[in-house]
């Protein structure tokens, strides 16, 4: 029991030891790190400072704000752009994939356009809306298929008559050609014909694959002409319901918009399609009459030509024109093609300044230059159908595009606050009522001084 504290003493003091040590190297430590500090600002104060004259130096700034303005709104605008061609690419594919039931349904559309007066009258005059529809359709088919029966027909009776004027035609084309002064000789013109049989023959396997695949063109027509046919009768038959369907895939904020812009497209669709066919029909009538006292054979099925053609703004009446002008030149010869090409330009310059201004009026106006282009593009993607539907898309999207504008300016001027404070009209100055003379109270005013706005 006499050597435990002592054991005890010898723990405290080694325990006190190793404190000691330890708070020695913490104050070590700290003397470097002081000692270090110290060095660095020294050798800091040592650095001279700039001169005077030396130019400041800016700290570098954002990178989105080292960018100019300009580039940075031409690339906002050019990532937008690329999706917005890409949707487009998209749609387009999608589109090739499914061409002939999209242009079935547009052909629908378009003889709906035409035959919806009619059911409409018809409607108006009490006849139940399944009756009208079915009147208004069948008249509609029957007439189209009796037009493209009398031209197979009339085509048929006059290829025979046809195909030795000419040839007639082409000898005397060849006579007229040596004759000129141009200078042709007949080398030339053997050349240009073996030139033209060569191409010909080297076709000739393009040719008999093209008349194989008829029979597949053929049942593709046949599925088109039969989905046209339904769409339409389902369309003036239900057209309202169907675009109250169609409304309701729009977000609901841009129901209102797409709502008052949809019965204007539908509006200008069918003045274009009745402008159109009342254009065509008056330029098939005149050319038809001109072509026909001039002796030139087939009048009646060029005629029908000239109508069908009329569909595709300029470009049709151009190659109908040519067409009617060559077969006069091939048939008849160089002046009666010359008096052709004067008669188709005379009825087409009425048509372009006097008709289609009157007829089609302001709702369908597109600039020349808008149907030019748009056709030209319609044609490279899509063919003849593309050519035809692409100036009334480019007059339904107008309309569109102009009515939405319009629309949305009017909706951000109604979500403006209310003007604060009084108005013109309330601080107008207001007259006094005059005094009543019958009454014995009344009392003359000076200048109505004493009156009171709650007087009045």
């Given at each position: 029991?006499?050597?435990?504290?002592?054991?005890?003493?010898?723990?405290?003091?080694?325990?006190?030891?190793?404190?000691?040590?330890?708070?020695?190297?913490?104050a070590e430590a700290e003397r470097a790190v002081s000692e270090k500090t110290a060095t660095e600002e020294a050798a800091h104060e040592q650095v001279p400072p700039p001169p005077a004259y030396a130019p400041a130096v800016s700290a570098r700034?954002?990178p989105a704000v080292a960018v100019p303005w300009g580039l940075r709104v031409a690339a906002e605008a050019a990532w937008r752009l690329l999706v917005l061609a890409g949707t487009v690419w998209i749609l387009m594919k999608v589109i090739a994939?499914?061409?002939?039931?999209?242009?079935?349904?547009?052909?629908?559309?378009?003889?709906?356009?035409?035959?919806?007066?009619?059911?409409?009258?018809?409607?108006?005059?009490?006849?139940?809306?399944?009756?009208?529809?079915?009147?208004?359709?069948?008249?509609?088919?029957?007439?189209?298929?009796?037009?493209?029966?009398?031209?197979?027909?009339?085509?048929?009776?006059?290829?025979?008559?046809?195909?030795?004027?000419?040839?007639?035609?082409?000898?005397?084309?060849?006579?007229?050609?040596?004759?000129?002064?141009?200078?042709?000789?007949?080398?030339?013109?053997?050349?240009?014909?073996?030139s033209l049989r060569d191409a010909i023959g080297a076709n000739t396997d393009e040719i008999t694959s093209a008349g194989l695949e008829g029979v597949t063109v053929i049942v593709e027509a046949m599925t088109g002409i039969l989905l046209a046919?339904?769409?339409?009768?389902?369309?003036?038959?239900?057209?309202?319901?169907?675009?109250?369907?169609?409304?309701?895939?729009?977000?609901?904020?841009?129901?209102?918009?797409?709502?008052?812009?949809?019965?204007?497209?539908?509006?200008?669709?069918?003045?274009?399609?009745?402008?159109?066919?009342?254009?065509?029909?008056?330029?098939?009538?005149?050319?038809?009459?001109?072509?026909?006292?001039?002796?030139?054979?087939?009048?009646?099925?060029?005629?029908?030509?000239?109508?069908?053609?009329?569909?595709?703004?300029?470009?049709?009446?151009?190659?109908?024109?040519?067409?009617?002008?060559?077969?006069?030149?091939?048939?008849?010869?160089?002046?009666?093609?010359?008096?052709?090409?004067?008669?188709?330009?005379?009825?087409?310059?009425?048509?372009?300044?006097?008709?289609?201004?009157?007829?089609?009026?302001?709702?369908?106006?597109?600039?020349?230059?808008?149907?030019?282009?748009?056709?030209?593009?319609?044609?490279?993607?899509?063919?003849?159908?593309?050519?035809?539907?692409?100036?009334?898309?480019?007059?339904?999207?107008?309309?569109?595009?102009?009515?939405?504008?319009?629309?949305?300016?009017?909706?951000?001027?109604?979500?403006?606050?209310?003007?604060?404070?009084?108005?013109?009209?309330?601080?107008?100055?207001?007259?006094?009522?005059?005094?009543?003379?019958?009454?014995?109270?009344?009392?003359?005013?000076?200048?109505?001084?004493?009156?009171?706005?709650?007087?009045?």
């Open positions: 029991m006499e050597r435990v504290p002592g054991w005890l003493g010898r723990v405290g003091a080694g325990i006190s030891r190793v404190g000691e040590r330890l708070d020695e190297r913490r700034p954002e994939s499914v061409q002939l039931v999209v242009f079935a349904f547009v052909a629908a559309l378009l003889i709906t356009a035409l035959l919806q007066p009619t059911v409409a009258r018809l409607r108006r005059r009490g006849v139940p809306r399944g009756l009208a529809t079915a009147l208004t359709a069948i008249l509609g088919f029957v007439i189209m298929g009796l037009v493209g029966w009398f031209v197979v027909w009339q085509v048929q009776e006059n290829i025979d008559n046809l195909s030795s004027q000419v040839q007639d035609g082409i000898d005397e084309l060849r006579k007229w050609l040596l004759n000129s002064p141009f200078h042709v000789t007949e080398d030339q013109i053997n050349d240009i014909a073996k046919m339904f769409s339409t009768l389902f369309l003036l038959y239900d057209g309202k319901r169907i675009w109250e369907w169609t409304l309701k895939l729009f977000p609901a904020q841009a129901r209102p918009g797409i709502a008052g812009a949809g019965p204007r497209a539908w509006r200008t669709l069918t003045a274009y399609v009745r402008g159109t066919v009342i254009v065509a029909l008056i330029d098939a009538i005149f050319i038809g009459l001109g072509i026909f006292f001039l002796g030139v054979p087939m009048a009646v099925p060029l005629a029908v030509f000239i109508f069908l053609f009329a569909f595709v703004p300029l470009v049709g009446a151009v190659v109908s024109g040519a067409l009617a002008v060559v077969v006069a030149l091939v048939t008849q010869g160089v002046f009666t093609a010359v008096m052709v090409l004067v008669v188709v330009l005379a009825v087409q310059q009425i048509e372009g300044h006097i008709l289609q201004p009157f007829i089609l009026g302001r709702a369908v106006r597109v600039h020349p230059l808008a149907v030019v282009l748009s056709v030209a593009a319609g044609g490279m993607v899509s063919g003849i159908g593309g050519a035809v539907v692409a100036v009334p898309l480019v007059a339904v999207t107008n309309t569109v595009v102009v009515y939405l504008r319009s629309w949305s300016q009017e909706s951000a001027m109604k979500q403006l606050p209310a003007p604060h404070g009084a108005t013109a009209v309330e601080l107008a100055p207001v007259d006094p009522p005059e005094p009543d003379k019958s009454s014995p109270d009344a009392k003359p005013s000076a200048s109505g001084a004493n009156s009171s706005p709650s007087d009045d």
